[in-house]
């Protein structure tokens, strides 16, 4: 009786830890989004979308400078980082099996995984903005592409490894060649999945300010020319909110509501793909 009490007793105090550190933990998110949606919609207007960033203390202005540069950046960085990733993960999960060197691979993979964004913007600022001397839009894509790309490796080679290997046993059964059974059965099996990775790489990397902040660095006119250094919305975020001008800060707030719906939008796509049966 003692034992079981003692039982019950533990169980009801981890359970009332635990809810209180979810109900705080969620109270302190409401109150983050609550203030955001407050203070950013403040900020939406057409003006918002179809102007560029003011100079200080300026009536007007927008962000479309900003959201473009954004956009193509990360659009570059998806367009590369997502067939390297995919393909790197297929040989770490069906090619490489005992192999030391696919071992240590997956090992630095998981690294850069966790590996502090600053980082990877340091490490691109050295190979692409030192030698060339000027920060660059180009840069800016490459150091969020090497965010992406460890993120669409490991999601690979996770709903890879999650597909049956019956599946492969019966294509060999048929005399299908590896890379047929590959294209047409593994991948078609895996590919919400995977689909649902390069969703979670582009929401990882779309709020990400620090390596940008040693690559494309700002620019306060519309560019398209992206070997010199172009406007994007987080270090336009960083540098308006620590400004003293109001309209700037207002700006600011509106550019976090737009990064943090886009975030939103692409964990909820990304979560519904998750849910689809395989076809």
């Known amino acids: 009786m003692r034992i079981e009490s003692r039982r019950k007793t533990v169980n009801v105090v981890a359970m009332g830890l635990s809810i209180v550190a979810t109900v705080v933990g969620l109270f302190f998110?409401?109150?983050?989004?609550v203030t955001l949606v407050w203070e950013g919609a403040g900020a939406l207007s057409p003006a918002l979308f179809l102007e560029n960033t003011p100079p200080p203390d300026a009536n007007g202005g927008g962000l479309l400078n900003a959201i473009f540069g954004s956009l193509a950046m990360t659009a570059i960085a998806i367009v590369v980082a997502t067939p390297i990733g995919i393909l790197a993960g297929t040989y770490l999960s069906e090619y490489s099996r005992g192999s030391r060197l696919a071992e240590a691979a997956k090992f630095i993979n998981d690294i850069l995984l966790s590996a502090p964004s600053i980082i990877i913007g340091l490490f691109v600022y050295a190979i692409l903005v030192v030698p060339f001397r000027h920060f660059s839009g180009w840069a800016g894509a490459a150091a969020l592409g090497l965010i992406a790309l460890p993120v669409i490796n490991r999601t690979t080679q996770d709903m890879l490894a999650l597909v049956?290997?019956?599946l492969r046993e019966a294509a060999a059964a048929l005399g299908t060649p590896r890379w047929k059974t590959m294209t047409f059965i593994i991948y078609r099996a895996a590919r919400s999945g995977i689909l649902t990775g390069v969703l979670l790489a582009v929401a990882r990397i779309t709020g990400e300010t620090a390596p940008?902040?040693?690559?494309?660095?700002?620019?306060?006119f519309w560019s398209t020319d992206l070997g010199q250094p172009i406007a994007n919305l987080p270090v336009v975020i960083f540098q308006f909110a620590l400004s003293p001008y109001d309209d700037w800060q207002k700006l600011a707030w509106g550019g976090a509501l737009i990064i943090t719906v886009a975030i939103l939008v692409l964990n909820i796509i990304a979560r519904s793909l998750a849910g689809k049966p395989h076809s």
């Open 29 to 33: 998110l409401a109150v983050i989004l």
């Open 164 to 166: 049956p290997g019956a």
């Open 212 to 220: 940008l902040l040693f690559t494309a660095l700002n620019n306060q």
